[in-house]
């Protein structure tokens, strides 16, 4: 049997959301172990004179536990 848990991280790019998940996964996968799925919970864009500086993601990672 396996246990997993899902843990929420936040990313952000300056060029897409795309980016940003990427950059997300890339980097919860150096931390966390046996990283099997994440799924999008939010996505939000920063504005500043009237165009978009900043796209971010929500996403909630699920890792298996090991024994």
């Known amino acids: 049997m396996s246990v997993a848990r899902v843990t ?14 990427e950059d997300g996964i890339s980097r919860a ?7 099997t799925g994440a799924w999008i919970a ?3 864009v920063v504005i500043k004179d009237g165009s978009i500086k900043e796209y971010r993601v929500r996403m909630k990672v699920t890792f298996v536990l090991s024994d």
């Open 8 to 21: 929420e991280i936040t990313s952000s790019s300056k060029k897409s959301f795309e980016d940003a998940m």
């Open 42 to 44: 939010n996505q939000e």
């Open 29 to 35: 996968t150096k931390t966390l172990k046996n990283v």
